[in-house]
DNA sequence: TACGATGTTGCATCGAATGCAAAAATGCAA
DNA sequence: TTGCATTTTTGCATTCGATGCAACATCGTA
């Protein structure tokens, strides 16, 4: 009994507590963040408010900004499963599209929009968002890889296919406070896609004449 | 006399021994970041090589981390100009290729290597590095949206242009190594931009059967 | 209950970065 | 050349993020 609990069920005292510190953690300096910006905020402020000593701050996130990155992680992994779950028939373009949206839909929420409100105001943070996205495009690049049978002529493909598309997913984030409000995500996401693939042709063809 | 001088010649000693100063600090600070790594070296380590007070460093460079990328502020000005310099009648992937394959050819040098090795294996660098990829997306679609002439209608069509080919120039970076050491520059460029836009026909193609 | 493992805390320390005021170097004009 | 105003350099103090270490507390378990 005591073993069977030990596999799956194990979230005795202890790892209820320390999950419980993490998200007191995470939720007081976000609070912290948005309401005095990220830098004015020190350490100390935040392990006050959550009721830990300064120095167990580093027992749960490696840095400052991990704390605002901390979710970063999660949505590469749903990102990567989303595209893993397309049929097999699928074309690239296709599968990432769907996958794309899916997942962006279902993590666009207000915690997240004033997230990316305090990056955007904080130059410290902004650096560390850009390299999310590089991981996310590395990730995004090789679950479409894997869909080919991990084919090595297909590498090349399927990284470019990734930064184009997360290169839209970030010029989509740019323009997404500029939306006209009566947009649903989907509607949103949609054309972006469709603008996005026209394009592509459109530049395709232009580059068959050039020079 | 005295006059003209002023207006363009003005190199008095004031800011020559500034500008020379600023070199030493830099050539001091690469070369021992190359030798024991950008977290081994202190400022302190820095200054003493380059013999000047350790709170002169931040006289010359915001932090650390800016020395390793003082450079890039000029590459992207050059980006531009040689956007700009392309034809008013050439399209605009013709006019992108030919900028970037210049401006990066211009670029590739072997202190240019060795610091892309440095900020490769050091993570607090890589981050840097890609909001440095970013501010040049901004820059080159800013210098093509000039060229139409500031259309409003073209511009989500040049910052997508822009983000695909900033995307390329970081796949072919990361490419760049393991190149055949037999093919030039010229060559590299020529047959990265021929990939990149046979897939972005592809893509386009593809698009246009999907769901 | 006692033991080992894990989690938490305080303390000391290092290094980056900033503000400030004194000191030095420089440009300029009398 | 000398004296004065401006800019540059420097030393000093301080704040804050981050890390190592050892003592202490808590928890699961034999």
């Given at each position: 009994?005591?073993?069977?609990k030990?596999?799956?069920?194990?979230?005795?005292?202890?790892?209820?507590?320390?999950?419980?510190?993490?998200?007191?953690?995470?939720?007081?300096?976000?609070?912290?963040?948005?309401?005095?910006?990220?830098?004015?905020?020190?350490?100390?402020?935040?392990?006050?408010?959550?009721?830990?000593?300064?120095?167990?701050?580093?027992?749960?996130?490696?840095?400052?900004?991990?704390?605002?990155?901390?979710?970063?992680?999660?949505?590469?992994?749903?990102?990567?499963?989303?595209?893993?779950?397309?049929?097999?028939?699928?074309?690239?373009?296709?599968?990432?599209?769907?996958?794309?949206?899916?997942?962006?839909?279902?993590?666009?929420?207000?915690?997240?929009?004033?997230?990316g409100?305090?990056?955007?105001?904080?130059?410290?943070?902004?650096?560390?968002?850009?390299?999310?996205?590089?991981?996310?495009?590395?990730?995004?690049?090789?679950?479409?890889?894997?869909?080919k049978?991990?084919?090595?002529?297909e590498?090349?493909?399927m990284?470019?296919?990734?930064?184009?598309?997360?290169?839209?997913?970030?010029?989509?984030?740019?323009?997404?406070?500029?939306?006209?409000?009566?947009?649903?995500?989907?509607?949103?996401?949609?054309?972006?896609?469709?603008?996005?693939?026209?394009?592509?042709?459109?530049?395709?063809?232009?580059?068959?004449?050039?020079?």
């Amino acid at each position: 009994m005591a073993e069977n609990k030990r596999t799956e069920t194990t979230e005795g005292r202890r790892e209820r507590k320390r999950r419980q510190t993490r998200e007191r953690i995470e939720q007081a300096a976000m609070t912290l963040f948005l309401q005095r910006g990220f830098e004015a905020t020190t350490i100390e402020d935040i392990t006050e408010a959550a009721d830990v000593s300064k120095r167990s701050f580093f027992d749960y996130f490696p840095s400052k900004e991990e704390v605002v990155f901390a979710w970063q992680d999660a949505f590469a992994d749903r990102l990567m499963a989303a595209v893993a779950a397309r049929p097999a028939d699928e074309s690239s373009v296709a599968a990432v599209e769907a996958a794309i949206t899916a997942t962006v839909i279902a993590a666009v929420d207000e915690p997240g929009l004033a997230r990316g409100d305090l990056i955007h105001r904080t130059p410290a943070l902004k650096a560390r968002d850009q390299l999310k996205y590089a991981k996310l495009e590395q990730k995004l690049a090789e679950a479409l890889l894997l869909r080919k049978g991990d084919d090595p002529l297909e590498r090349p493909r399927m990284r470019v296919l990734a930064a184009i598309v997360i290169g839209a997913l970030r010029v989509g984030a740019e323009l997404w406070p500029q939306r006209p409000p009566s947009a649903s995500p989907q509607d949103f996401a949609r054309e972006i896609f469709t603008d996005l693939w026209k394009m592509l042709a459109e530049f395709g063809d232009e580059a068959k004449t050039r020079r």
